[in-house]
């Protein structure tokens, strides 16, 4: 027996992840579905395991489906596979009910006896937070987001009370836990679907061939050229509209906007500002434009034996002309950054005095810190467009020449793609031109994955940089329970950011979706995609 489920496994696992190369039917697919483009494909289908991309900011929520999740407007977790919760007075202990009768996705490589218990949410969570757990290491066990935040500290424990009841225990009260797992990140897996891997001895198809309770659930991957999701006819919440969506991940061909205008594709995720009038030209196409919760920044290599001086930091900070990065990139669609925190955040303290564009003063940092004859750097820089940074190639160029106008020679080095969980590769890099998309309305979402000790430690901290006094400020916030003393930590914590410069804010940019008019049903959030349960075809 197991040694027919596990050749049963390893053919499916062949044939959907080499795949065959054909090019997308969009005439096929407009019959049943529509075509998404505009993202780079996936490395793993488990959300758990990265801290962007593909997989958590779109597929995770077609695919699987979270305790909670946020309210788009209140930003407040709101119920999901949860259909309530209890906190002890303490807030040390949560007990949450779920909802009866949830099934799991019936695929070509399993198909689940049960519906979704207490059980699962006990397996998905312990994978996380136990180093024991059989499946903790499996796809190199390493769960960036979770580490970002230092979940593993924070979660004691958690079991299941009874078929349909779990209790989590936090070591400490935390003010952030419940948006936490309300993220696309804390999908709920199947645990019999693990057991049957066990038995195989295929326990790393879990997260390429995964088994969730979303909509939708994944049919084909064709590495660099597709991925096929079809229709949950089962799922919780009611069957979705539309029987399939396919992503093109291809390269080939066209870009993607042009597929878009001949209808290669009906959706296009963050088009480029520079696209947007020709966007809007067409009455064809319909065009979202929301804020978002995000940030584009140069982290700053602080173990850089010039860089560790804060005075050169500020130095690159008054360098920069972020006005002329807003006109020439985000073409009067994004806003410039006086924190690394985004307007919309509730504990919002921007800085004009100490973040604003002043050549003379950065030179006269420069030279007061011994580099008045000027000091070569290198930058990384992602070219994948993402919402806070529509054009990353043209945004460091522009760095490139302000840092040339007060005698820095800087070299771009650029990558197709940015992952945190690879820093270490990259130490000997002086400067990073990213950002961050946040998952959660709570200002330590942005904080401590970027900036902590803790994230430091985990080699996820891209400006290896450690203040003691920043992190006691972030965690004191997650333990007070009045909303207006959080506030005055979190300003405080923006203060020591905006005198010790590890991170140089540049702009926050709009989140923008280009699809075609026949469609509707999109369901709006300032954070990640959400189900696309209710997108229809209307004409």
Known sequence: MKAFIQLTLSFFAVGILAGCGEE??????????????????????????????????????????????????????IPSLAESWQVNDAGTEYVFTLKTDVPFQTTDWFTPSRTLTADDVVFSFRRIIDTNHPFHSVGGGLYPWFTGIDFHNLLVDVEALN?????????????????????????????????QLMLADELNLIDSHPIGTGPFYLDEHQINDLVRLKRHPLYWAGAAKMEQVVFDISHRGTGTLAKLLRNECDVLSSPRSSQIPTIESHDSIDLIAKPAMN????????????????????????????????????????SQAYSVLPPNSWAYN???????????????????????????????????????????????????????????????????????????????????????????????????????????RAGLNVASWCNPDFDFLLDLALEVDKPRYRLNLYKQAQNILNEEFPVIPLNHGMQFQAHDTSLSGFKESPFHARPYDEVERVK
């Not at 699987?64 to 209140?74: G, K, Q, R, S």
């Not at 009260?173 to 999908?187: E, K």
């Open 163 to 195: 078929s349909h009841q779990v209790k989590f225990t936090l070591a400490y009260p935390n003010n952030t836990f419940l948006s936490n797992i309300a993220t696309s990140h804390a999908v709920i897996h199947s645990k019999e679907y693990a057991n």
């Open 295 to 334: 940030i584009s920044f140069v982290a700053v290599n602080t173990t850089h034996p010039a860089l560790k001086d804060p005075q050169v930091r500020k130095a690159l900070n008054y360098a920069i002309n972020r006005q002329n990065i807003l006109d020439s990139v985000y073409y009067g669609t994004g």
């Open 24 to 77: 997308i039917s969009h005439e096929k697919v407009r019959q049943s579905g529509f075509v998404f483009c505009g993202q780079a494909g996936p490395a793993t289908f488990n959300p758990q395991l990265v801290d962007s991309g593909i997989t958590s900011e779109t597929l995770s929520a077609q695919l699987f489906d979270t305790l909670l999740t946020l309210d788009p407007n209140t930003y407040q977790p």
């Open 350 to 456: 921007g800085d004009n005095i100490q973040i604003r564009y002043d050549r003379n003063y950065a030179i006269a940092l420069l030279r007061e810190a011994g580099y008045g004859n000027g000091l070569t750097l290198d930058m990384s820089v992602t070219l994948e467009p993402r919402s806070y940074n529509p054009s990353p190639r043209k945004t460091a160029e522009l760095i490139q020449a302000n840092f040339a106008d007060i005698g820095i020679t800087l070299n771009l080095v650029t990558d197709d793609r940015f992952d945190r969980s690879d820093i270490n590769s990259k130490l000997n890099t002086d400067l990073h031109l990213t950002g961050w998309i946040a998952d959660t309305g709570d200002p330590d979402n942005f904080l401590r994955p970027l900036l902590s000790c803790d994230s430091k």
